[in-house]
């Protein structure tokens, strides 16, 4: 489905040294995985890994195949990848604050025509519907977090990643959230979900370690 090979991948840091982010790294999405899990360390590159399956980053060697065929490593080209299969929820949700919640999330839909009622499907799928007129400055963090994951199913992705997406939620709030992805996962959506819960990543199909510049497969 996505396969990354031999991704490598130096970043400058403030002061002007170098640093090896990802040094000939794997990764391959299956057509029968349904949740993979990446955990590691906090500055180990799990954003970072999640914006170059996006094609948020470009900048990386390396070759990134969407069902065998090389994507040609450009922005344009990436953006166009993104907007047909890729649904994203970042780390900070990202949600433009003036405006409602049903305009973010028509935001996730690439076609104009129809995108309200695919927000509209999308914000009752997650269980927002009631929602659409808010301002998300006045949503709670769990409220957000929805919003941001209808935003990303909206388009009806192939491949949802999600950076941290109960990181800031409670234990109740995050079993719905999961409770969603499970729901999500059988109506045929795939999910990479970044995570520091043990919670979260027992609950995936794969288990992945992002460690020494590499991706780790951890036994299941
Ligand atoms: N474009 C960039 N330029 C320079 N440094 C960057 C860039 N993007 C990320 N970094 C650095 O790369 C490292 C990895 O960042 P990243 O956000 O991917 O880590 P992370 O594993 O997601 O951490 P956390 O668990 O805290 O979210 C950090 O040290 C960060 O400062
Ligand atoms: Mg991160």
Redesign the pocket.
């Known amino acids: 489905m996505i396969t990354l090979r031999d991704v490598s991948k130096t970043?400058?840091?403030p002061d002007g040294s170098t640093r090896t982010?990802f040094d000939r790294l794997g990764f391959a999405l299956r057509d029968d995985d349904r949740s993979v899990a990446i955990t590691?360390r906090?500055?180990?590159?799990?954003?970072?890994?999640l914006r170059i399956l996006a094609g948020l980053d470009t900048d990386f060697t390396g070759t990134y195949e969407h069902d065998g065929r090389v994507l040609e490593r450009t922005p344009r080209r990436m953006a166009e990848h993104r907007l047909r299969h890729i649904g994203i929820v970042t780390?900070d949700h990202s949600l433009l604050g003036d405006r409602s919640v049903l305009d973010n999330v028509r935001l996730g839909v690439p076609a104009r025509a129809g995108s309200t009622d695919r927000a509209r499907d999308a914000l009752e799928a997650v269980d927002i519907g009631h929602l659409a007129g808010k301002r998300p400055r006045r949503l709670s963090g769990g409220e957000a977090q929805r919003v941001a994951i209808a935003r990303a199913i909206a388009k009806h992705p192939v491949v949802v990643l999600a950076d941290?997406p109960t990181g800031a939620l409670d234990e109740t709030t995050e079993d719905g959230v999961l409770a969603l992805f499970d729901q999500l996962q059988q109506a045929g959506t795939k999910f990479v979900i970044?995570t520091?819960s043990e919670r979260v990543a027992q609950r995936c199909g794969r288990r992945l370690h992002?460690h020494h510049e590499q991706l780790i497969e951890c036994g299941t």
């Open positions: 970043i400058t840091e982010l590691g906090s500055g180990s590159g799990k954003s970072t890994l780390q941290e970044v520091h992002l």
